[in-house]
């Protein structure tokens, strides 16, 4: 059977999605580019915000229609809409849905599969499929054939769910507690996407700067990074990143590492969320505005030409017209490379959604989104201006409306034409232009000395 999934939200929700495929490459199955031809069909959802909920609920109900017209069909959803416990309003809202699946965990879907009459036909093309694979061992991470080789940068989570419980984040509700993969699972992942051609991972933490915190005497994020590193050099994987990060757990040994080990790439994703104490306590953040501004300082001064990403929430319970002000002022000091912007929306079982008014207009919440939009895109267009006529190492993920696409080692998005096949190669590109959101390129000009012409003695 052929397979299709929808992935919404953020990073830890693609390497689901990877996790997921994996599994059903395993049982045989092949994925699908266009869901019409596809026999199984998942969502995987999104409910950080309330406009994510809505666009999986879009996505689901549009399957309802499919599987009155193809009642053998399958369909599933997966994600933080599931949560981590039995979702029995969702089974009565969704009756369609045939499978329902906790972030992260797959199994639901393998155990249904194996269930039906199909399966020996399945586990025939498995047979097939492994010995396809011998390179890649059991329990490892299996792409889809049509991303094997052709795939340049895959996620892998090193720390599933969170237990830091921000007021206004649904994470802990919907994902559970911290719970830290083990090194040899995490290394196993890795090998098996650079055996498959991944050329850069992004080692994935709701906190990733906890990692390893809920196992006794266990490694942290450096020591970890450390043997990923290593796992690198031996198989020719390129580049490593880690997100996300919080203020309160970066620590300098953790700095001290990505300026050390030349395939981690000098770019952090910390963020603010605010710039006003009283917000931030409110938040349960744990950190005050000064304490972030010494933070960003230090991670500047110990890796340099570092990148720095943060995220900002606008429009906070009982943030007033000074208080936004104040984080505006601060983004403005700053000058980070980028900045997530959300407008807040209550979100079910949060503290902020139990006990605070969502107070704040609409229209005030898209004014204040739009001012710091603006006032970032004036940074980083000045920060990335700073390229212009620099050459800089692209890592090529793929083609872009015929250009090709990749990025820096801060992260930063550059295209350039060629006729040559650039994916998955690390290419210096000379900046011939610089924007807010990318840049543009092109390849030096190699000068080749004139032809050596011996003339005939006479």
């Known amino acids: 059977m052929k397979y299709h999934i929808w992935t919404l939200g953020c990073q830890m929700n693609t390497a689901d999605s990877q996790r997921l495929a994996s599994e059903l490459e395993r049982l045989g199955h092949r994925a699908a580019l266009d869901p019409d031809s596809a026999d199984i069909l998942v969502v995987n959802t999104c409910v950080v915000r309330q406009s994510a909920e809505e666009k999986g609920l879009g996505r689901l109900y549009a399957l309802e229609r499919v599987k ?71 329990g490892d991470l299996v792409l889809p054939a049509h991303e ?16 830091h419980a921000c007021s206004f984040c649904i994470i802990p509700f919907r994902r559970g507690v911290e719970r830290s993969r083990s090194v040899g699972e995490i290394v196993a992942h890795v090998r098996s996407l650079a055996l498959q051609g991944v050329k850069e991972i992004t080692l994935l933490g709701q906190i990733v700067d906890r990692y390893g915190k809920d196992i006794p005497d266990g490694p942290d994020l450096a020591d970890l990074l450390r043997i990923v590193h290593d796992v690198a050099e031996e198989t020719g994987l390129q580049r490593i990143r880690f997100l996300t990060s919080h203020p309160n757990w970066m620590t300098d040994k953790l700095l001290d590492t990505v ?18 104490d009283e917000v931030l306590a409110r938040m349960k953040r744990g950190y005050t505005v000064d304490q972030y501004r010494r933070l960003i300082a230090n991670i500047r001064a110990r890796i340099p030409d570092v990148a720095i990403n943060t995220d900002i929430i606008v429009g906070f319970p009982g943030e007033t017209d000074q208080q936004f002000q104040r984080t505006y002022d601060l983004l403005a000091e700053l000058r980070l490379d980028k900045a997530h912007l959300a407008r807040y929306s209550p979100r079910p079982h ?3 959604a139990r006990t605070m008014p969502d ?34 190492p692209v890592l ?48 030096p000009v190699v000068e080749r000395a004139a032809p050596l012409v011996i003339l005939p003695t006479s």
Not at 81 to 108: A, Y
């Open 148 to 163: 094997q080789g052709s795939l340049v940068s895959a996620h892998v989570p090193v720390v599933y769910g969170c237990s």
């Open 68 to 138: 009155r017209q193809h009642p053998h069909k399958i369909v599933g959803v997966m994600g933080c809409m599931v949560g981590v416990r039995d979702p029995l309003r969702l089974r009565q809202k969704l009756p369609f849905v045939d499978v329902f699946m906790p972030p992260s965990e797959p199994e639901p879907m393998v155990a249904f599969l194996r269930d039906r009459a199909a399966e020996a036909e399945a586990v025939s093309e498995e047979a097939q499929a492994r010995q396809r694979r011998d390179a890649i061992q059991d």
């Open 350 to 352: 949060t503290l902020s």
């Open 396 to 443: 090529v993920e793929d083609r872009h409306k015929g250009r090709w696409r990749g990025r820096t080692p801060q992260n930063k998005l550059v295209f350039f034409d060629d006729s040559a096949d650039w994916r998955g190669q690390i290419v210096e590109v000379e900046i011939t232009w610089t924007g807010p959101w990318s840049m543009q390129g092109r390849l």
């Open 259 to 276: 300026a050390e080990l030349p395939r981690v790439m000098p770019h952090i994703e910390v963020p603010v969320q605010a710039g006003d």
């Open 359 to 392: 107070d704040v207009p609409d229209d005030e919440k898209r004014r204040r989104h739009q001012a710091l939009e603006d006032l970032q895109a004036e940074i980083v267009a000045q920060i990335n201006q700073r390229y212009l006529g620099a050459s800089v």
